[in-house]
T-cell receptor, first 110, second 117 residues
Framework: GENVEQHPSTLSVQEGDSAVIKCTYSDSASNYFPWYKQELGKGPQLIIDIRSNVGEKKDQRIAVTLNKTAKHFSLHITETQPEDSAVYFCAASGFQKLVFGTGTRLLVSP | GAVVSQHPSRVICKSGTSVKIECRSLDFQATTMFWYRQFPKQSLMLMATSNEGSKATYEQGVEKDKFLINHASLTLSTLTVTSAHPEDSSFYIC?????????????FGNGTRLTVT
């Protein structure tokens, strides 16, 4: 089955800096790669996703890149703000199931 | 956008009792819903896939007799934790997606914090 690895587990940045979170997946059949933001005590919130026929997608300060050959994808957050502090999960989806990475705790200091 | 509502948000129960958690898709129909479990500071682990009108599909290691799933309509799935024990204490989250297939976004409820005393 699919296995998703995520790095780093924690990431501390200063407000205004960029943050990058990287994930790798194992199943070459996976074709959908969402990113979720989870705040304390809440369910995950979809922030951006990318499909396998696209190499890059951007939405304001957030961008995701996908390298299908290498089987890795990354989340880029620019101009970070304190409200970006949360746990971020990558995921990969093949047939039906969504498999999550281990999560990255992002802390943005003012 | 697609909204998934989960109830209750928190529940405390005594060991040996059963607890029911509801998951509703508010503005779309979902033939399939997913139930996840999350331990503190850990990732989400898929427990089971709930299928409207048929039996749920459980992941390896998840006891189907302990975690009863019912998906009686296109907008409601329920998870019942039977004979709960302290080790069942966890954060349970449901999810659903509008449309078919694996490339439409999966939306999550806000989770249920279960504490078994």
């Amino acid at each position: 089955g699919e296995n998703v690895e995520q790095h780093p587990s924690t990431l501390s940045v200063q407000e205004g800096d960029s943050a990058v979170i990287k994930c790798t997946y194992s199943d070459s059949a996976s074709n959908y790669f969402p990113w979720y933001k989870q705040e304390l005590g809440k369910g995950p919130q979809l922030i951006i996703d990318i499909r396998s026929n696209v190499g890059e997608k951007k939405d304001q300060r957030i961008a995701v890149t996908l390298n299908k050959t290498a089987k890795h994808f990354s989340l880029h957050i620019t101009e970070t703000q304190p409200e970006d502090s949360a746990v971020y999960f990558c995921a990969a989806s093949g047939f039906q199931k969504l498999v999550f990475g281990t999560g990255t705790r992002l802390l943005v200091s003012p | 956008g697609a909204v998934v509502s989960q109830h209750p948000s928190r529940v405390i129960c005594k060991s040996g009792t059963s607890v029911k958690i509801e998951c509703r898709s508010l503005d779309f129909q979902a033939t399939t819903m997913f139930w996840y479990r999350q331990f503190p500071k850990q990732s989400l682990m898929l427990m089971a896939t709930s299928n409207e009108g048929s039996k749920a599909t459980y992941e390896q290691g998840v006891e189907k007799d302990k975690f009863l799933i019912n998906h009686a309509s296109l907008t409601l799935s329920t998870l019942t934790v039977t004979s709960a024990h302290p080790e069942d204490s966890s954060f349970y989250i449901c999810s659903a997606r509008p449309g078919q297939g694996t490339v439409s976004p999966l939306h999550f409820g806000n989770g249920t914090r279960l504490t078994v005393t």
